[in-house]
């Protein structure tokens, strides 16, 4: 394909990303762009080196600046957006602006929201612009549609999904895989789930509940804010119950709590000797260091479970996935499943599969598609079903 795809933020997830399309897409360039020019030029060296090509182009950019980041959209077609969830808006005006077409790994229903309310701008400039692309939301949310797409009616969707360290050290039993201020925003605040039809927030850190996930025993998991995203809408009237939970070591969610119950993760400002500060920042700042000094490999623990009718009679769905980082790569399992669920999703759109417009992601490709291709890049999944 002549495909040109630009990779805004040369971090972890971006880095796996222009990895598998580079390997998987046939690109006719791929760009990433990085605040840090040695930051981006690094990422590229390791793609290249990689994927035994010279594919790879640094580039070094100011995102929320609409001259720099304009004059790298002049030579893309699609853009895939690594940053910080908070900025994606922002960059999608200039994407529409220069007539390309976007992706993001979103993070946040609110921010979310803001990207596909330029539902008109972008079917203007015959562009798409398809947020929350990542692992969750995301890769789980398509499994969620797998489910949907393979019974005839269907009562109830249930998605868990936990990144985790494989050598876990007490108390918390976790390792950073991704920016702790997005970490924070997930346990801090609301969740979107379908509840007997109806849309409901739901508390976070609540309704904790054990599950038993072969080679690690029992595990725990609570709601977190912005795993469903926009699929308990996009779902209505046809599911009855929509869910999603988070997945860790038993005992993180209390502890977690701790931290949002004496009010360490308040937003508004405090005057700390004559010093005005927000406790989430300062959280954010401390925990962040302390938890980046705990090295280790990952794991990430997926489950989704379907209950509803096939041939008319009631049967249960499931899939589980036990991913581990890739030894041949150096790639955590959070990369490739964030980095190449993104990127499996802006080959879908070069190949001219998904409509004009600010596309939910759940929609902009079928659950049968997505899981087919994962499965290619080595995304080993466990499918199972039994009457009830």
């Known amino acids: 394909m002549n495909t040109r795809y630009l990779v805004l933020g040369a971090g972890m997830q971006g880095t796996a990303a222009a990895f598998d399309l580079v390997k998987h897409a046939h690109p006719a360039s791929v760009v990433m762009a990085d605040a840090s020019l040695e930051q981006a030029q690094r990422a590229c060296d390791r793609v290249n080196r990689l994927t035994g090509s010279d594919m790879c182009h640094a580039r070094q950019v100011d995102a929320l600046n609409a001259a720099s980041l304009g ?12 940053v910080p969830y908070w900025m994606h808006p922002c960059i999608a005006d200039c994407a529409i602006e220069h007539k390309v077409s976007m992706l993001d790994l979103g993070g946040n229903t609110d921010v979310t929201r803001k990207t596909l309310a330029k539902n008109d ?61 997005g970490l924070v925003t997930e346990y801090d605040y609301s969740a979107v789930v379908l509840r007997d039809g109806e849309i409901q927030m739901i508390p976070t850190l609540s309704e904790l509940e054990s599950l038993q996930v072969e080679g690690l025993g029992e595990m725990e ?10 699929a308990p809408y996009s ?3 046809k599911v009855t119950n929509y869910q999603y939970k988070t997945i860790r070591f038993p005992g993180h969610c209390n502890a977690m709590r701790l931290y949002k119950d004496f009010g360490l993760w308040r937003e508004d400002e405090i005057d700390i000797k004559g010093v005005k500060v927000r406790p989430k920042d300062v959280f954010c700042r401390v925990f962040g260091e302390e938890l980046s000094k705990i090295k280790d490999v990952d794991q ?7 209950i509803g009718t096939r ?9 589980d996935m036990h991913d581990r980082q890739c030894e041949e790569t150096g790639f955590t399992s959070m990369e490739r499943l964030t980095g190449f669920s993104l990127a499996t999703y802006a ?24 899981v087919e291709e994962i499965q290619r890049r080595g995304i080993k999944m466990r499918f199972s079903e039994q009457a009830i």
């Open 300 to 306: 990430c623990i997926v489950r989704a479970v379907g």
């Open 221 to 230: 998991s609570f709601v977190t804010s912005g795993g469903t995203s926009m």
């Open 347 to 370: 080959h879908h759109m070069a190949q001219g599969k998904m409509p004009k417009g600010a596309l939910r992601y759940e929609l902009a490709m079928t659950g049968t598609d997505f």
């Open 235 to 237: 779902v209505q009237g």
């Open 71 to 82: 004059a790298l959209l002049a030579d893309a077609d699609i853009l895939l957006s690594c």
């Open 121 to 181: 701008e972008a079917v203007a400039a015959g562009v798409s612009l398809v947020p929350d692309c990542g692992l969750a939301p995301g890769f789980v949310n398509s499994l969620g549609m797998w489910l949907v797409e393979h019974l005839d009616t269907c009562d109830s969707v249930k998605l868990y999904c936990g990144v985790l360290p494989q050598n876990p050290v007490a108390p918390l039993n976790y390792k950073t895989t991704f920016n702790v201020e």
């Open 311 to 319: 041939d008319g009679k009631p049967i249960q769905l499931q899939i």
